[in-house]
């Protein structure tokens, strides 16, 4: 998630935060604050992706929601967190590949 947040912060320029328990999951987060900002009462979607970034999302949420992946397949799990965060510049020297 933290390459996720840096990613979306310095390359797109729009600060992001996640909620597994709000529909669309993923809102605006301009101040930094790791909430959603609200607007009207309402959490603001977050919608000024870049393919990296939405197929980051995609693999965060996805590995969020399905948490018997590690069990069931770790190494794919694993190496879905290591591509997505070396497909976001990302240091990943400190990480094995499966």
């Given at each position: ?17 996640y ?30 992706w870049?393919p ?8 965060f ?6 948490p ?23 240091d ?7």
């Amino acid at each position: 998630m933290l390459q996720i947040k840096a990613y979306a912060t310095k390359t797109v320029g729009t600060g992001i935060a996640y909620d597994s328990n709000t529909y669309p999951y993923w809102f605006v987060d301009a101040d930094g604050d790791d909430k959603a900002d609200v607007v009207d009462g309402k959490k603001v979607s977050y919608t000024t992706w870049t393919p990296r970034l939405l197929k980051a999302a995609y693999n965060f949420n996805f590995l969020r929601k399905i948490p018997g992946s590690f069990v069931h397949n770790p190494k794919y799990a694993l190496q879905i967190q290591i591509d997505t965060i070396e497909d976001l510049g990302g240091d990943i020297s400190k990480y094995t590949r499966p």
